[in-house]
C-alpha cells in the first residue's frame, strides 16, 4: 500500500498569511494526487485533483504543485472561510490512501 | 445540482449487520463509478471500496474485505453498502463519494454525500 505523510499536522496562521502544506507518498505516484478541504462536521471537498488541476469553483488563492512522490498545496492569502483541515489523496493505485490532514487554525 | 444522500446508520452490535444506501441525483449516476469513504470520530479519512459504473469490478480496502460487500442498482440511482460482521473499529462516519470522472475510474472523489453515523458497540 502507498503511505502518504503530510506536514505539518496542524498550524496556526492568520488571515493574508501565505500557507502550504506538503504531503510525501511512499513511492512515485506520478502526478495522482489529490487534495481535499473539509469543514468541521461537513463532508470533504475536493480542491485540486492530479496534483496541480484547480477544481472548477475553486478560488485561484488555491494551487498544488509536485510530482512523483513529493507534493504541496498553497493557499496564498488565507481567507477566514479557509480555517480547515486539509487532506491529501493518492489516486495511483488501490487501495487508495490518505494523507493524515493538515488542521490550519487561526492565529 | 448533484446530490448524494446517505441513509442506514446507526447504532449496532459487534458481530451484526448493517446496511448503508446512498441516494444519487443531478447527475448521470450510472457513468461514474461510486466510492465509499468512512471517518471514525476525531480521525482522519479512510477509503473503504469502490465499484466501478456498470458494476463489474469492486476493490476494497484490506480493512473492510471479505465482511463488507459494496453494489449498485443503475435503474434506482442508489449505491449500497453491506456491512457484516462489525467490529468496534468499523465506527465512523460513512460518505459515499463519486468518482471525478466519466466512465474509466480516476480514482478522486468530487461529490459527497453527508455521512451516515455507524456506531458498533455493545
Known amino acids: 500500500d502507498i503511505q502518504m505523510t503530510q506536514s505539518p499536522s496542524s498550524l496556526s496562521a492568520s488571515v493574508g498569511d501565505r500557507v502550504t502544506i506538503t504531503c510525501r507518498a511512499s513511492q512515485s505516484i506520478d502526478y495522482h494526487l489529490n487534495w481535499y478541504q473539509q469543514q468541521p462536521g461537513k463532508a470533504p471537498k475536493l480542491l485540486i485533483y492530479?496534483?496541480?488541476s484547480l477544481r472548477s469553483g475553486v478560488p485561484s488563492r488555491f494551487s498544488g504543485s509536485g510530482s512523483g512522490t513529493d507534493f504541496t498545496l498553497t493557499m496564498s492569502s488565507l481567507q477566514p472561510e479557509d480555517f480547515a483541515t486539509y487532506y491529501c489523496?493518492?489516486?495511483?493505485?488501490?487501495?487508495?490512501?490518505f494523507g493524515g490532514g493538515t488542521k490550519v487554525e487561526i492565529k | 445540482q448533484e446530490q448524494l444522500v446517505e441513509s442506514g446508520g446507526g447504532v449496532v452490535q459487534p458481530g451484526r449487520s448493517l446496511r448503508l444506501s446512498c441516494a444519487a441525483s443531478g447527475f448521470t449516476f450510472s457513468t461514474y463509478a461510486m466510492h465509499w469513504v468512512r471517518q471514525a470520530p476525531g480521525k482522519g479519512l479512510e477509503w473503504v471500496a469502490v465499484i466501478s459504473n456498470d458494476g463489474s469490478n469492486k476493490y476494497y480496502a484490506d480493512s473492510v474485505k471479505g465482511r463488507f460487500t459494496i453494489s449498485r442498482d443503475n435503474s434506482k440511482n442508489t449505491l449500497s453498502l453491506q456491512m457484516n460482521s462489525l467490529r468496534v473499529e468499523d465506527t465512523a462516519v460513512y460518505y459515499c463519494?463519486?468518482?471525478?470522472?466519466?466512465?474509466?475510474?480516476?480514482?478522486?472523489?468530487?461529490?459527497w454525500g453527508q455521512g451516515t453515523l455507524v456506531t458498533v458497540s455493545s
Open positions: 463519494a463519486s468518482d471525478g470522472c466519466v466512465g474509466v475510474s480516476c480514482y478522486s472523489f468530487i461529490y
Open positions: 489523496q493518492q489516486s495511483y493505485s488501490a487501495p487508495l490512501t
Open positions: 492530479a496534483a496541480s
